[in-house]
């Protein structure tokens, strides 16, 4: 028996007992705990959004009350903002492979990694409470626009603790990921030899750092508002709806690239593991992350072109949006230029990743429209916008997150799943999900207002297509689920690297041990993607 062969402890094996889980301080453990928490609510969401897309198939009423309806797509918007999206690819993926990629043993604050992981379940406990305590969920959207979220009835006030406390432990892992990534990194590791997605951390961790704190204030500010009747954002007693909007979108169009850049790092890593090829322009991916963090902060404004600011603050904002494209380009045609002559190998993965940038390249496209003034005058608060917005964060980030999921499913769990079972789910997916969301781009432009219980006769055909792919996307989110899960208990054993990648993740055991490597990894001679046997592709 060779030392290779030899048997080892697993991550899973390590410790026995759910105590040692609930209060592990391993980062492979704690992500795993997030993974099962998140997938939770992400099926909590999805099971809302299916109800409100019933209630949508004919005018008028159907199955729920239009208050009801209104609670309905808020906690669906929390629950997928603040428990899903956000969270899912830095506290899953990045909590698992952050160290891996980096070739050390945990992150650099372990203990403050599992806070973090329990502000989270406290935070979904005080957004799940709004359901049983006080006079229900919120009815203002997830964005909980003033004045009516410090006028109404509903139980504003715990939904917007629980997004505060979701702040907090959004705010922590980004602390944990900067020090990781400039303490922990292997001996002979410099920033220009660390993996892509490694570098969308970063820059998104900077933005969970700097940015977040403006929602907290600001979501305190409506809780005093609504206690203490502080006249902050209601006009009737001195406030400003207005400085509401601001504050708000401070926090929340960064927000869009806490969750967009790490699903662009795990679509960096995706595609030169299929191409075997050197990435096409490492650098001015990497760098390009940095720049989408940094302008991020800027483009708030496109947001408020109907809140009535003046034409040159409108222009500025305008001109800023369309320029937060060209880094988001940059990273597009690098990718398709690692693909160009490549020795492409069609996987689970790859395909998730081509969806990515298919569905993100919509979504973007549809930011730019509203982006330009003029459009946005007729586009703004339009079905045009919710179907931009979830070309996006679905599209965009769902895929990515399903993708990545997809990609070191061997890694985490030592087994394979069924490769045709998975390509057929993502077919579906796909196809579903474009039958879901395309038409609410037609109905937007058709006029059709979003946030509406009833509409218009002339805006039923569209809605029930939309209705239509919202059963198709559901059910192929069942199958790939059950395939992941089957396979997690019953797939055959995979190999400890199955992609033939050459990031620092594919020289440990699968499942990784509890120190994560047995001897020191070796870093590749020319950068994290120089496949040995590859042409260079820059």
Request: aromatic share 16%; proline share 6%; charged share 10%.
């Amino acid at each position: 028996m060779t030392v290779d062969t030899l048997p080892y402890t697993t991550f899973f094996k390590a410790k026995k007992g759910i105590m040692s889980w609930l209060f592990t301080l391993d980062h492979k453990r704690v992500a795993l705990l997030y993974l099962y928490s998140i997938m939770t609510f992400f099926l909590v969401g999805a099971s809302l959004g299916i109800l409100m897309r019933l209630e949508l198939f004919h005018p008028g009423k159907d199955i729920v009350e239009p208050h009801t309806y209104n609670q309905i797509f808020t906690l669906h918007g929390v629950i997928m903002i603040f428990l899903f999206i956000i969270p899912s690819i830095p506290a899953v993926f990045g909590n698992f492979f952050l160290p891996l990629l980096l070739g050390t043993d945990d992150v650099a604050f372990p203990k403050l990694n599992l806070f973090s992981f329990w502000l989270y379940v406290i935070g979904a406990l005080f957004a799940l409470g709004t359901l049983v305590l006080g006079d229900g969920p919120a009815d203002t959207g997830w964005t909980f626009y003033a004045p009516y979220s410090v006028r109404t009835g509903t139980n504003v006030t715990m939904s917007v603790v629980a997004a505060f406390v979701l702040g907090f432990s959004s705010i922590l892992t980004g602390l944990n990921f900067i020090v990781t990534i400039h303490r922990l990194r292997t001996p002979g590791m410099g920033f220009n030899q660390m993996p892509l997605f490694a570098w969308s951390l970063y820059a998104t961790s900077w933005i969970q750092l700097l940015a977040t704190p403006v929602i907290g204030i600001t979501l305190l500010m409506i809780v005093a508002e609504r206690v203490f009747g502080v006249g902050l954002f209601d006009p009737s007693i001195g406030g400003d709806p207005v400085l509401y909007q601001h504050m708000f979108w401070i926090y929340s169009h960064p927000a869009v690239y806490i969750m967009a850049l790490p699903a662009m790092g795990i679509v960096s890593e995706i595609i030169p593991t299929f191409a075997q090829r050197t990435i096409f322009g490492y650098k001015a991916i990497a760098y390009s992350s940095m720049a989408i963090a940094f302008i991020g902060y800027f483009v708030w404004g496109h947001h408020m072109f109907t809140s009535g600011m003046s034409g040159p603050a409108a222009y500025i904002f305008s001109i800023l949006t369309f320029l937060v494209a060209i880094p988001t380009s940059i990273k597009v045609f690098n990718w398709l230029a690692t693909l160009y002559k490549g020795s492409i190998n069609i996987e689970t993965p790859l395909l998730f990743a081509l969806a990515f940038i298919f569905n993100f390249l919509i979504g973007g496209l549809t930011g730019l429209v509203n982006g330009a003034l003029a459009a946005d005058i007729h586009l703004h608060d339009t079905y045009f916008v919710v179907g931009h917005f979830h070309y996006v964060m679905f599209g965009g980030t769902g895929f990515a997150f399903f993708g990545a999921l997809h990609y070191w499913f061997p890694k985490i769990w030592g087994k394979m799943y069924n490769k045709k079972v998975a390509n057929t789910a993502f077919a579906t997916l796909l196809i579903g999900f474009n039958i879901l969301y395309f038409p609410m781009i037609i109905l937007g432009i058709m006029g059709m207002p979003r946030r509406y219980y009833d509409y218009l006769p002339e805006f039923t055909f569209w809605n029930q297509i939309s209705t239509v792919g919202s059963w198709i996307t559901v059910s192929s989110l069942i199958v790939l689920i059950v395939n992941l899960f089957v396979a997690a208990n019953k797939g055959k054993k995979a190999p400890d690297n199955p992609w033939d990648g050459i990031t620092l993740e594919w020289q440990t055991k699968s499942p990784p041990p509890l120190e994560n490597f047995d001897k020191m990894p070796k870093i590749p001679e020319g950068g994290p993607y120089n496949y040995p046997n590859a042409k260079s592709s820059s």
